[in-house]
């Protein structure tokens, strides 16, 4: 609906104060972030630039008195997968506290196959 500007878009964007244009290149950013998202090799990269975009709708949704659940909802799951399929981004944000379980595991494995 961003990229092909139709009469939706359009009072959608009229409802923001955003000209069709600039909801246009909102929906070109939206689906290169979503892009470098699926990817694995750039999965990090597009996280962060899905959470940015994301938290900038629910900022903007809430200045303008709008419903901010659909958006809270996609943010989340895209955490979600992120956590899950991008193993060195969840050893960031939880610290060295996975780290160490593998250190402690690690040893045990090791006697019980010697």
Known sequence: MKL???????KAA???NLSVGTMQLI???????????????TGVLGTL???A???????????HQQPIFVAVIIQSL????????????????????TLEKERTTLPSN?????
């Open 27 to 41: 929906g070109v950013v939206e689906i290169g972030s979503l892009l470098l998202f699926i990817f694995p090799r």
């Open 4 to 10: 092909t500007g139709g009469e939706e878009a359009a």
């Open 49 to 51: 630039l899905l959470a």
């Open 110 to 114: 090791r006697l019980v196959q010697a």
């Open 78 to 97: 895209v955490w979600i997968t992120a956590i899950l399929c991008f193993p060195e981004l969840s050893k960031r944000l939880l610290g060295n506290k």
């Open 53 to 63: 975009y994301l938290g900038g709708a629910i900022a903007t949704h809430l200045e």
């Open 14 to 16: 009229a409802s923001m």
